[in-house]
């Protein structure tokens, strides 16, 4: 079955870490996403990638980056920089003008 | 900067009633909008999506229209089910960048 496989779904660390959140597809999508979800919120937009090796900056970007070096892989470092890094972090594919596919998502608590 | 609206922020129903969600945006430019449910703790699932030149789509129960000059959609669910009970959020794909900006969700209660 083809779909988007975000690991681990929990994952716990320590303040001033940074960790790296996994998202591969294997849709043969071309565009990726990044969203954060805090409780009783929407989805906000960290970063997202149309093509392989170039990304761009959504609406909350700043302690994250990201790399696109294949076009099945898009992970997302959660830097230390991130002042408010605990939250439910999920992953979306696209092609074209199809819609967008989640993955189950990832919940990150730092402590 | 787009924004999306979703009102009301939670709702409950009685089980075997119609019911409407609506979602505002704030700039018409836009490429299309997606419907989505999410069950708590899960990923988001989708429901259905709405081209900018087309002005509704259905799928069984559900039903979303869009007025894109006056930047509204609306969710239209027939005959609710307790098993509706989820968080609905729509989302809209920006023409200019591809970004792909969601509303705050409405949560919806079917009452059984």
């Known amino acids: 079955d083809g779909g988007i496989t975000q690991s681990p779904k929990y994952l716990f660390r320590k303040e001033g870490q940074n960790v790296t959140l996994s998202c591969e597809q294997n849709?043969?999508?071309?565009?990726m996403y990044w969203y954060r979800q805090d409780p009783g919120q929407g989805l906000r937009l960290i970063y997202y990638?149309?093509?392989?090796?170039?990304?761009q900056k959504g609406d909350i970007a700043e302690g994250y980056s990201v790399s696109r070096e294949k076009k099945e892989s898009f992970p997302l470092t959660v830097t230390s920089a991130q002042k408010n890094p605990t939250a439910f972090y999920l992953c979306?594919?696209?092609?074209?003008?199809?819609?967008?596919?989640f993955g189950n998502g990832t919940r990150l608590t730092v402590t | 900067k787009q924004e999306v609206t979703q009102i009301p922020a939670a709702l409950s129903v009685p089980e075997g009633e119609n019911l409407v969600l609506n979602c505002s945006f704030t700039?018409?430019?836009?490429?299309?909008l997606q419907w989505f449910r999410q069950d708590p703790g899960k990923g988001l699932t989708s429901l259905l999506l709405?081209?900018?030149?087309?002005r509704e789509q259905t799928s069984g129960r559900l039903n979303a229209s869009l007025d894109k000059s006056s930047g509204r959609s609306t969710l239209y669910i027939a005959a609710s089910q307790p098993g509706d009970s989820a968080t609905y959020l729509c989302?809209?794909?920006?023409?200019?960048?591809?970004?792909?900006?969601f509303g705050k969700g409405t949560r919806l209660h079917i009452l059984p």
């Open positions: 979306a594919s696209k092609q074209g003008s199809s819609p967008l596919h």
């Open positions: 849709l043969n999508h071309d565009a």
């Open positions: 990638s149309q093509i392989v090796n170039d990304f």
């Open positions: 700039d018409s430019a836009i490429y299309n």
């Open positions: 709405i081209q900018s030149s087309q």
């Open positions: 989302a809209v794909r920006m023409n200019r960048d591809d970004k792909i900006i």
